[in-house]
Each structure stands twice: as structure tokens, then as C-alpha cells.
């Protein structure tokens, strides 16, 4: 029987595997690449290491949880909830309505949103260490948490416009009913953060007192020192051009506007 030697290849510096054993064999041998191998960069690039860092997620919208975690999926899109109201909520409410109200509202969760970058680039607190790799948030700041910044903002300010001011229903009742209804939102955004690995504790918490304060404080400015320019603001050149107005000083809008839709809706039938 002819006696073959043990033969075997290393991968070398080139990627090329080289002979090794005893034997005369000696040389580089070239394999072709296949189909089924994985995709490699180039050596000069893997030296040099991809440009991995200079990727940036948008923290607002890039959120992960647990895979299998049903909990972990409801809050993830619970955490999307700003979105929903920004994008949802105010601008279908300023092409249906353009109510002067609604838009100080909006300009001031855009300030506030403001604030809250400024007071994270000034901070520089970390997000939780055990998940922010995994979360790909590093590179961004935690505090104060925006999410619930945000959300307690909407909360305190919609709670007082809907006692205060009615928020276009004549009822109380009516209104302590509806002033209820952004906190079970604002309390989950606030747990989701924490238990999605974002925020800890103290985070959300500090995100969530100054949205509090900031909602009570801007609500207060609207209506006590803006609400006055209400009215020359309707009348303004851009006021009639986007048929901005006020519906505040009307004590049930809805009652109002179906009777008056009626009313005309009768009229031009008898035209």
C-alpha cells in the first residue's frame, strides 16, 4: 500500500490556505470563493475596522425589546406613543381644526423637547451601562428621559386645559372623564423606559417631574399673558390665510358647531 503523507492547510495572511505536513508539498493553494461562504470586507477595511461609530440611531423611534417578550413588544409600542401624538394627533388637529389652543400646545412640547436636549447635552448622564450596547443608545444621553418628559408635558397641560377651560364640553363630567385620559398613556411611557433597558429609575422620574412642571407652567402663560393676542391673531393677514381661531371663550364647541352645521345645512336646502 503507498504510503501518502499527512497533509494540511492553514489559512495565511492573504486569506490563502498554505501546505503543511511531512512530505515534500510546499506552496499556496487558491481556493475559489463560493456561493455559500459569508460576505467579507476587504482586509485594508477589517484592519481598519468598519465605520461602525459613525452610525447614529434616532432615539425617538429606534426601539428594541426582548425577543419573545410579549410584555417587552406592548412596551415597545407604547414608547412610540409621542410619535403617535405628534404626528397622529396635532397635525390632523391643525388641518381639521387650526385652533390657536392646539397649536400654543404643540410649540410648547416642541420647547420643552428643546429644553430636555439641552439639559442632556449639559448633564452628560449615561444611559443604563448593562443595556446600552445591546440598545445601540451609547452614544446619547439619559437624563432626563425624553419619552416621559414628553408624555407627563402632554398630561399636565391637556388635565388642566380639560378642567380650566373646558376643552370644548360644557359638562363636568364630561370633562373630569376626558382630563383622565393621558395618564395610564403617560405612566406605561414612563415604565416602559425602564423596563426596555433606556432609563433607570431616577431618569424617568426626573423626566417625568419636569414635564409636569413645564405643561402647568405653559399652560399657564397661554392662557393668562398669549390668550390676549388671540383675537389679532385671527384677524392677521396669516390668521385668515390658514383660518386660524379661538374656540375657547365657547362653552360647548360641539353642541355649537352641530347646531350651526344644521343651520346652514337647512338654509341651503330652502335656497
Not at 511531512?22 to 476587504?42: E, K, Q, V, W, Y
Not at 364630561?174 to 431618569?203: E, F
Request: proline share 6%; with cysteine; hydrophobic share 45%.
Amino acid at each position: 500500500m503507498e504510503h501518502r503523507p499527512s497533509i494540511w492547510t492553514v489559512p495565511n495572511e492573504q486569506g490563502n490556505h498554505q501546505l503543511h505536513g511531512r512530505g515534500t508539498f510546499s506552496g499556496a493553494i487558491h481556493r475559489a470563493p463560493s456561493s455559500s461562504d459569508p460576505p467579507t470586507l476587504p482586509f485594508r477595511e477589517m484592519d481598519e475596522g468598519p465605520s461602525v461609530a459613525a452610525l447614529k440611531a434616532v432615539t425617538l423611534t429606534h426601539v428594541r425589546y426582548r425577543r419573545g417578550d410579549s410584555l417587552g413588544h406592548f412596551l415597545a409600542w407604547v414608547s412610540l406613543i409621542p410619535v403617535f401624538i405628534s404626528l397622529g394627533g396635532f397635525v390632523s388637529h391643525f388641518i381639521f381644526r387650526r385652533e390657536l389652543q392646539g397649536v400654543c400646545f404643540a410649540f410648547g412640547l416642541i420647547l420643552s423637547q428643546l429644553l430636555n436636549e439641552l439639559i442632556k447635552s449639559s448633564i452628560q448622564q449615561s444611559r443604563p451601562s448593562a443595556m446600552c450596547a445591546i440598545l445601540e443608545v451609547c452614544d446619547s444621553h439619559g437624563w432626563p428621559s425624553s419619552h416621559s418628559q414628553y408624555m407627563f408635558f402632554f398630561a399636565s397641560y391637556f388635565t388642566l386645559l380639560c378642567l380650566l377651560n373646558g376643552a370644548g364640553f360644557s359638562s363636568p363630567r364630561s370633562r373630569r372623564l376626558l382630563a383622565l385620559l393621558p395618564w395610564p398613556a403617560a405612566l406605561l411611557t414612563l415604565y416602559s423606559r425602564v423596563y426596555l433597558g433606556y432609563h433607570t429609575i431616577a431618569q424617568v422620574i426626573a423626566g417625568a417631574t419636569l414635564g409636569l412642571a413645564l405643561g402647568a407652567g405653559w399652560f399657564w402663560i397661554v392662557n393668562n399673558m398669549l390668550v390676549e393676542y388671540f383675537p389679532a391673531i385671527e384677524e392677521s393677514a396669516a390668521g385668515r390665510f390658514l383660518y386660524l381661531k379661538d374656540s375657547s371663550h365657547i362653552p360647548d364647541v360641539l353642541h355649537f358647531e352641530y347646531n350651526n352645521v344644521r343651520a346652514a345645512r337647512k338654509k341651503l336646502a330652502k335656497d
